[in-house]
């Protein structure tokens, strides 16, 4: 599941040490999920998860926001 992905991937770089561990550092992920056989245009599933990723931005970052079709996204944040 892209959520279980995203999750390691923002582990990943909140446990990395960076310059030495001089430097922290964390994610905020969007995702929109599609069937291969969309006939969504790019754009607009770009636009989706840029939406998914500032809602996950806006609830305190490092977390992961999945982009759902009707009112938002969904509330589910996957802190550090």
């Avoid at 892209?2 to 001089?22: C, L, P, S, Y």
Wanted: glycine share 14%; hydrophobic share 40%; net charge negative.
């Amino acid at each position: 599941e892209a959520t279980v992905v995203a999750e390691a991937i923002g582990t990943a770089i909140r446990e990395h040490a960076w310059n030495d561990g001089g430097v922290q550092a964390t994610a905020s992920i969007g995702i929109v999920v599609f069937e291969g056989n969309t006939t969504m245009p790019l754009d607009e599933l770009l636009s989706r998860a840029d939406t998914a990723l500032y809602a996950a931005k806006a609830g305190g970052r490092d977390g992961v926001r999945v982009f759902e079709d009707g009112p938002g996204e969904t509330t589910t944040r996957h802190p550090g």
